[in-house]
């Protein structure tokens, strides 16, 4: 059977395999300009984001020496000339547009950091030398303020508590999801590291497949003076640990939280007051508050089956609530898969003076 030939002499077969090229090309050439504005509008601006939520290089960059510095403070007074004098040069050295996309981070962390930079760096020019601290506060009182300084611990390095998840594992025909292990991850200016706080992957349980978790994680809090907190359970020793961490030490401190004979504890959170840390409990309907230091508890009243199957969010300073605010804001999320998807969820705002008044340390004379 001889070829079809095309009256422009090409084989039929040919030309239909040019013609199909043709058209996709067109049909790529169309898609194009959507994809490309999808990837610009959409796609890059979401990785930048996640990025720079785990990853503050630019203000490290920017910063680096007052950083370096900043490890070593107290967090208890206000900075040494040093830093003082250290971020001033700094400031003054930096490119102007690398100055305004830190400062645009330190905003995040504290409502006021852009326009003081903004100002300062404008200002600072009538600055010929030290003492640089007394100047800066002339030029703008928040130079003196402990709420600017402390934010920027929150910028100084990255952190995160993770329970691993091992690959699942299929027993008798059912995937399993086994979590055994705590790691603490944390990052420098530089790199990150990381450490196991918890790892029951050796442990009876974990190796017969008779408990597919015996870690949970439940908080990890930077407080004011810099010292970071990690709370997570170890369902071997069903027992509730409060990992504590300075910033000025490289060793965790491990408490066991004494829950006062509740035992269907879910989540504990972390709140500050005052410099202080204290416990919000959560069982399946309950919110407990107790002072991590007297060890006195209360139960709030939240309505007869009002809430079931508690999940807690605390807004933290990191998250949106100030630390000069008066109140504690909690989102209770009713996880309960019986009312799913129709559950009501609550907001609980609670007065940081009702709390310290509730929790009074107990005078036993």
């Known amino acids: 059977m001889s070829e079809i030939i095309t009256t422009e002499g090409v084989p039929l077969k040919v030309s239909l395999k040019r013609a199909e090229r043709i058209n996709k090309i067109r049909a790529l050439v169309l898609v194009l300009p959507l994809t490309l504005f999808i990837i610009i509008t959409f796609v890059i601006p979401i990785i930048a984001m996640l990025t720079r939520s785990i990853d503050d290089k630019q203000i490290n960059t920017v910063l680096p020496k007052t950083f370096e510095i900043y490890k070593q403070w107290d967090r208890k007074q206000l900075p040494s000339e040093e830093m003082y004098a250290t971020i001033f040069n700094e400031i003054m050295t930096a490119d ?43 030029i703008d009182k928040k130079w003196g ?58 442990t009876t349980p974990a190796l017969t497949y008779s408990q597919w978790q015996t870690v949970d994680i439940s908080d990890i809090y930077l407080d004011t003076l810099g ?38 504890i879910n989540w504990i959170k972390l ?21 991590s230091n007297s060890k006195k508890m209360i139960n709030l009243d939240m309505g007869k089956n009002m809430l079931e199957g508690i999940y807690p969010y605390i807004s933290s300073p990191r998250t949106g609530t100030s630390r000069e605010s008066r109140f504690v804001d909690i989102l209770l999320l009713n996880g309960s898969s019986n009312s799913y998807p129709d559950a009501s969820n609550y907001y609980l705002k609670m007065s940081k003076d009702y709390l310290l008044q509730e929790l009074l340390p107990i005078d036993n004379n």
């Open 271 to 291: 709140i500050e007051i005052e410099n202080e840390i204290y416990y919000t409990m959560y069982s399946w309907n309950d919110v407990l508050l107790m002072d």
């Open 96 to 138: 102007k547009r690398a100055i305004g996309k830190a400062s645009t981070r330190m905003n995040y962390s504290k409502s006021g950091w852009k326009s003081l930079i903004k100002k300062s760096k404008r200002k600072f020019k009538k600055i010929k030398e030290g003492p640089y601290k007394e100047k800066m506060i002339a």
């Open 145 to 202: 303020k402990m709420e600017y300084w402390l934010a920027l611990g929150e910028m100084q390095e990255g952190f995160a508590i993770l329970a691993i998840q091992d690959d699942h594992v299929v027993v008798k025909g059912q995937v399993n999801n086994p979590y055994h292990i705590a790691i603490f991850f944390e990052r420098d200016a530089k790199e990150w590291s990381h450490e196991y706080l918890l790892d029951n992957s050796q």
């Open 227 to 264: 010292n970071l907190h990690v709370i997570l359970k170890d369902r071997i020793t069903d027992k509730w640990l409060h990992y504590r961490k300075s910033n000025q030490d490289n060793n965790w401190s491990i408490n066991t939280i004494d829950t006062l004979g509740n035992k269907w």
